[in-house]
Each structure stands twice: as structure tokens, then as C-alpha cells.
């Protein structure tokens, strides 16, 4: 069973509301990593925090916002919300960057 | 033009067939690979992890990389009902090529819908 939770499971927001998701990565895992994946399409980059700092980012605009915590757990924020963003978002995370990283069953966000 | 293109699509088989699945990238500063299997309504797990060229066996799983073509497949012998999923391949770069914006990140192809019919 994975060692990386996400929370909530399911959501619907109306366009130009925010929203924070929310991840708890496995005890000792140093890297989190957050990826959208729109249906039928592979996961997209988002970004990588490691040890509480962000440390790689992707082609996403800055109202996708995240934080991580010293307890392995870490959020995801996106502001203004789209009905483009509506999507699973997936937390990955792994003891250092560049290991195989630990999925977890992801957030699935509609936005109407 | 996608940085990984991952064919076919989607591959309907009977079980006890053997499946290819492939993918080809056009960033050589691609240094790692993997495959992640999805099934419906979960995240990604990892099957197979490598980082060369050559062929990696992990029981009725075969991944298989030629860095020279940039090319790599995972090959699944004797497949079963239960590996019905989507298949994913995911790439990422050297840490000391990546550049400080994308440090660890994974590219993935687009997904193969396998299904393994009785």
C-alpha cells in the first residue's frame, strides 16, 4: 500500500475560487514533487519542494502556489481557479530528488 | 513536438500474450527511466527504474533502453487479466544537465490503455 496520502479525494470549486490540496509523503521522504494530469494525457510537472524549499518548477503560472512542512506533509495551492485546472493532481515524493518517487492516488479537482 | 511521444495506442490483447509497449524522446539530457502502471482512479506505481542502456528484468516485466536512439519499451510476457491499466513511461535528467527550474522533475509519455482480455 503507498505511503503517500492525499487529501481530499474529490472536489468541485467554481471558477475563480482557490483551493488548497493537501499531501502527508512517506517518514523520511525529503522530496515532494506535484504533478496535474488532465484526462488521457501523461502527469505534468507542477513543482519540487526539498527540505521545506522549492527547487524545480515547471510551466506553470505563479497562482500555483505550495508549501512543504517538517512533518513530510506539504499542500498545494491554486488561486483563481479555471476550468482548465480541472484535473487529478498527483504528490509524489521520495527520500532525495531523482530517487523512483512514491505516487499517491491523487485529488481529482473540478472546476465549473 | 512532445519531448516523449509513447506508442501505441490504446492495445487491447489476449492474456498470455506478450505486450511492447515503447516510447521515443528527443532530450539527450534524458538519463534516467522509468515505467509507471495507473490503474483506474489511482496514482502511478513504479514498475521498473533504469539508467542504462541495455535490457533490466524484473519477473514477466523487461524494460529495454538504447540511449543512441532514444528509444526504450517495456515488455511484459505471459499477461494477465490483472495487468490491465495505463502504462506510462517517465524520464528525467541528469541532476548536473537538468538546470536549476526542473531538478528531479519526471516527463512522462501519454499513457498506454492496456487491456488483457480471458
Known amino acids: 500500500e503507498t505511503g503517500v496520502t492525499q487529501s481530499p479525494t474529490h472536489l468541485i470549486k467554481t471558477r475563480g475560487q482557490q483551493v488548497t490540496l493537501r499531501c502527508s509523503s512517506q517518514?523520511?521522504?525529503?522530496?515532494v514533487s506535484w504533478y496535474q494530469q488532465a484526462l488521457g494525457q501523461g502527469p505534468q510537472f507542477i513543482f519540487q519542494y526539498y527540505r521545506e524549499e522549492e527547487n524545480g518548477r515547471g510551466n506553470f503560472p505563479p497562482r500555483f502556489s505550495g508549501l512543504q512542512f517538517p512533518n513530510y506533509s506539504s499542500e498545494l495551492n491554486v488561486n483563481a481557479l479555471e476550468l482548465d485546472d480541472s484535473a487529478l493532481y498527483l504528490c509524489?515524493?521520495?527520500?532525495?530528488?531523482?530517487?523512483?518517487?512514491?505516487f499517491g492516488s491523487g485529488t481529482r479537482l473540478t472546476v465549473v | 513536438q512532445k519531448e516523449v511521444e509513447q506508442d501505441p495506442g490504446p492495445l487491447s490483447v489476449p492474456e498470455g500474450a506478450i505486450v511492447s509497449l515503447n516510447c521515443t524522446y528527443s532530450n539527450s539530457a534524458f538519463q534516467y527511466f522509468m515505467w509507471y502502471r495507473q490503474y483506474s482512479r489511482k496514482g502511478p506505481e513504479l514498475l521498473m527504474y533504469t539508467y542504462s542502456s541495455g535490457n533490466k528484468e524484473d519477473g514477466r516485466f523487461t524494460a529495454q533502453v538504447d540511449k543512441s536512439s532514444k528509444y526504450i519499451s517495456l515488455f511484459i510476457r505471459d499477461s494477465q487479466p490483472s495487468d490491465s491499466a495505463t502504462y506510462l513511461c517517465a524520464m528525467r535528467a541528469n541532476p548536473g544537465l537538468a538546470g536549476g527550474t526542473s531538478y528531479g522533475k519526471l516527463t512522462f509519455g501519454q499513457g498506454t490503455i492496456l487491456t488483457v482480455h480471458p
Open positions: 509524489a515524493s521520495s527520500w532525495e530528488a531523482g530517487d523512483g518517487y512514491t
Open positions: 517518514s523520511g521522504h525529503n522530496t
